[in-house]
């Protein structure tokens, strides 16, 4: 993929946020209506696109590319953890926002923006191997991820089947069961789902549209924690990730490029509803989220392009 052609499709991508953040700046939606918004992604158009975008011809190719990809996942969250362990040492961050800070560099926002990032870049197979990738992140996040959520809140939240009992899970369950089983859906049932699942990208754009107007960035400028934390998420990692595929296999696979994307991704968006939800530090949360994903669209930009060359 050329390079202009690349910048041209984020360009696109990226525009569609400017509408939730007019909206929110004049106060034209409120907080209630873009969690409807939200809610109606998750529960319904995402769930639709993942399904879709699993129903691809059955290989040993992509089987493989699969296990490379939850290898992938296991290695960032270890890596994460030993950034944060890092940075907070140094730093002489409190334990209870050391386990938050934790969490915030091992998990990225891999569905809510890497799918639709994914999806514009790379069509369906990008979308395939995404849609992989974030149900990995989802069992990390439901397991590890709430065990650092517990730690850093004081609260017992324990690890429950519950947590994995959503929509956006069944379809990942439902679309891997199709691929692996090689069954493909008949074109009455896939285009109305195909139809549902294109709506994805634009909504959940104009859901990060709508939080980067929230932000008060004067509240943000004197917070050294929040610089160190989006170095270390959106270049570093991305960087390292970077490297060691280029290292293993020379000339980089499309689930190559998607993994380094993937990596580059802002802080994932449950940590603000995790925090809230568990009586955790809300503000340092909403504030990482949001300063993470404003520079990411320069820093994924930057890694979208360097993965093509």
Known sequence: MATTEIILSLVKLFLMI???????????????????????????????????????????????????????????????????????????????????????????????????VCAALYGKEGTFYAALLDAIVDIFIFTVGLILIEKSTGKHIGLSIRHFLTPGFASIVIGIGLFVSGVQLPEVIYMPLDKIGSATTPLAMFVVGFQLGKIHFKEMIGDVRLYALSALKLLAMPAIFFAAMTLIFGELSLFAKIIILEMAMPVAACTTIYSEQYDGDVGFSTKGVLLTTVISIVTLSLFAVLVEL
């Open 18 to 116: 400017i509408p939730g953040y007019i909206l929110s700046k004049k106060n034209i939606i409120d907080e209630h209506q873009c969690k409807g918004v939200s809610s109606l992604v998750v529960n319904l158009t995402w769930p639709c696109l993942i399904v879709c975008s699993l129903q691809m011809a059955f290989s040993v190719e992509l089987v493989i590319n699969m296990g490379y990809i939850a290898a992938a996942m296991v290695a960032a969250t270890i890596i994460g953890y030993v950034f944060a362990k890092g940075v907070c040492k140094a730093m002489k961050i409190d334990r209870s926002k050391a386990y938050l800070i934790t969490f915030m560099l091992m998990f990225g926002n891999t569905g809510f923006m890497g799918i639709p």
